[in-house]
């Protein structure tokens, strides 16, 4: 297996957002995420004002225009809200770089060295597809806050406290017909990842919509990223009313884990997260589907957690509702035990409940 992109997670995910504080407030109150560190007109970035929020090793980036025109108010006037930026810690930005280039990537921007009092690293820059991109983050020993250029944030700290999300498990991205094979080789062939799983429109479909999804994993595969394509049904694919609302390809959902996904549910419903609503028959069949558990079936019941079981081992997981008025990016959370793969089991139970969504957007 060539792992010359020495791959070593996810290092954060940059949203462009319309508003960074509010977008801020919304992930410190209800998410529990902290601000680390800031970028704007104070640290002397005239075009754009950054947040950086974390939990455990979870790290998302806010990013809003401060100007007109550019690529920020570009992408927010055909995306919405959405995710611009997957980015990877890698321990080699620029040997990571060089194989993404010699495999066909498109450069956004050479490796660049980086410095501060606290260190420095080396972020290199590439198109993912359409107006995504994937960065490579080599800041091992680095010690400031986020990276060279942010500083000290000097608002209140409004975090509603840390509801247990640990690291970001995988990213799904979303591809229109006909684009998952190619994305999934552009994966191979830049990132040097292989075909981790495969789920097939015959394994995820319901009466009326199916899907297609292959998931990507590097080497030690702890970045692992399905990558969807709609299938044809009777009705309109999920994916395919994502990619009408989003134009463009785009990043679809992302996966947060926790060691605690009852504890995690029960204080994130609590702050008020609107998730996926479950159908009661989903739990009817649940027993006889994935055999005993650690977790008391009544509780997953009351907070409508789904789970799936494979020949590894059992997860736990639920999605929240799209989080902006688009029907376009969600967050899911999940708790792994044993199992490493994405729950087969729940997409028809699951499709089924978001079809219900699909039908009240008169999107279906
Ligand atoms: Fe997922």
Redesign the pocket.
């Known amino acids: 297996m060539t792992d010359a992109s020495k791959l070593t997670g996810f290092h954060h995910v940059e949203f462009f957002v319309s508003n960074v504080l509010q977008a801020a407030y919304y992930y410190q109150r209800v998410w529990g995420f902290k601000v680390q560190a800031y970028q704007g007109l104070e640290t002397g970035v005239r075009d754009r004002a950054s947040l950086v929020l974390q939990q455990g090793k979870v790290r998302l980036v806010l990013t809003a225009p401060l100007q007109p025109d550019g690529e920020i108010n570009s992408f927010i006037n055909r995306h919405g809200d959405g995710v611009r930026n997957v980015a990877f810690g890698t321990d080699d930005a620029a040997a990571a770089y060089s194989m993404a280039l010699a495999g066909g990537a498109e450069s956004v921007a050479a490796p660049e060295p980086r410095s501060d009092e606290h260190g420095s690293v080396v972020i290199a820059t590439i198109r993912a597809y359409d107006n995504v991109l994937h960065s490579f983050v080599q800041s091992n020993g680095y010690t400031g806050p986020f990276l060279p250029g942010f500083g000290e944030y000097s608002g209140p700290d409004i975090s509603s406290g840390d509801v247990g999300l640990k690291i970001i498990d ?1 990213v ?1 991205h979303n591809m229109p017909d006909g684009r998952m094979e190619s994305q999934v080789q552009f994966y191979q062939d830049t990132l040097g990842m292989h075909r981790f799983w495969t789920v097939d429109d015959k394994d995820i479909r319901t009466e009326y919509t199916s899907l297609r999804s292959i998931v990507v994993a590097n080497g030690n595969e702890v970045v692992k990223m ?1 990558v969807n394509e709609p299938a044809e049904g009777l009705k309109k694919s999920q994916i395919q009313e994502f990619i009408d609302f989003n134009i463009d390809a785009g990043v679809q ?1 992302v ?1 947060l884990l926790t060691g605690d996904i009852i504890a995690t549910i029960g204080q994130l419903r609590a702050n008020g997260v609107d998730f996926l609503e479950v159908p009661d028959t989903y739990y009817e069949e649940l027993a006889d589907r994935v055999g005993p558990l650690d977790e008391d079936m009544d509780v997953l019941r009351k907070l409508r957690i789904l789970v799936d079981r494979d020949e590894d081992g059992y997860l736990l ?1 639920l999605f929240t509702k799209p989080v902006q008025g688009r029907p376009t990016f969600f967050f ?1 959370v ?1 708790q792994r035990k044993g199992s490493r793969s ?1 729950g087969k089991g729940n997409f028809k139970a699951l499709f089924e409940a978001i079809e219900q969504e699909q039908a009240r957007r008169g999107n279906l």
Do not use: L, M, T
């Open positions: 995988h799904v399905p959902h996966a997981q899911e999940i994405f």
